[in-house]
């Protein structure tokens, strides 16, 4: 409906994507692991072992973005549970873990337990706009060897829809790969049915650790999608321009692009370009810059300009607060990644920039992107709509109020808020004054008192315990 954001030009996108391989063939991408290595090195890109780096002629980069898979579908247990990559949906998903939680935005912050985790599957399955369910907290109450295969088995028992975690490295992956391969009904079903998607965020400045390059080999030998997302910071791991940090983002997506279609061709791929900047007073990183949002709308250029399915930060803030700060950042940056056409829309439920996460931040966020998603939808122009018959039989002066069109209508032109304070001021002070974060606090309780998820065959749920257990010893 709407005519795509764009803040570069097309020799703007070509200049940054040129800047972006001479980078990679001029000074390359560290690399440590030696199968990636003879890989590359099998395909004549120019390795060097000792050092561990690699220079990637741009014939080879080039070939890769032609062969990579340009859209895939994430799966839930409940198989019409998706979410979509490349056909034009939005796509959103609760934070997939952080390491302290908050019981309200604002308040003290503590480390999260099973049952933050429980309860955030559950919220996140409740609410109507969040597509894939992150883990929100990890527990700190199960061991570390083991909390991520822990909390993928959680979130495929507690929720029907696509589910979002961080893996440790490749010594769980396959737990983990087994977990969804038997909820699917074998590995080749899951190959095609796929319920995770490989995240490997390089190290800026283009580098990749070892147990990204795990994940990355795993899922692709495996044909599952993989999402490439580095977190490139301007003035600390990238240039302090940003047209400088965009080309350090799009070589190390590129270069993780290539090693997954050397190991897969056809691989389907997600160009996750979330750069941020840093604070230079308080030398920390920002979510919700306004160049946060310049350069979401770059990246999905960037991105689309590639044919790819792209996945930004956005809908993310600095305030610890519900607060106008926080209003103002998160919907502003999702405002922008929607008109630029992003699939994948942030994190959401976060406090602070990673600072912590908090489920009525969560259910707030939830709101956001319905009114986001209000306002992309637009409005349709027909005989219908256009109402002048209507319009001539009320006349001058009339009401529309009670008509038979009204009734039919309303509810798919005018967005129905939940928790956005619409009363007069009188019926708002007589119902107690509350804010938006009373409401979602007590949307929360309602949630996790009344609402229950799909349950998941109980022999299922044993044979996921059994592999959590195996993973345990």
Known sequence: MF?????LSESDIQAVQNASLEILSDVGVRVPHKDMLD?????GANVDFSRQTVRLPTDIVSKALAQAGKRHILYGRDRTRQARFGYGDIVTCSSAGQYSWVEKPGGPRRSPT???LYQSITVADALEHITIVGAMGMPSDVPLTWRDVYMAAE???????PGHLWITDGKSLPYILEIYEIVQGGRQAHQQYPMIAGFVEPISPLGFA????EILIGCAQKGLPISFGPMAQAGATAPVTLAGTLAVENAEILAGITMAQIISPGLPVTYGGIPHVMDMREMLISFSAPEQGIMAVAMTQIGKAYGLPVYINVGLGDSKLLDA???MERGITMMLGALAGGDLLGHLG??????GTSLEQLIVDNQMVSYIKRIMGAFTVNDDTLAVDLIKKVGIGGNFMAEEHTVKHFRQELWMPRGFDRHNWDAWLAGGGKSIGDWATAEKERILSTYI????DERLALEIDRIVNAAAH
């Open 3 to 7: 005519n795509r954001l764009t803040v």
């Open 39 to 43: 890989r590359l090195s099998d395909v």
């Open 114 to 116: 099973r049952q933050d």
């Open 155 to 161: 979130l495929v028992k507690g929720s029907a829809k």
């Open 210 to 213: 070892h147990t990204s390059l």
């Open 325 to 327: 700060q926080n209003g």
């Open 350 to 355: 976060i406090c602070g920039a990673d600072q």
């Open 453 to 456: 998820p799909t349950p998941m």
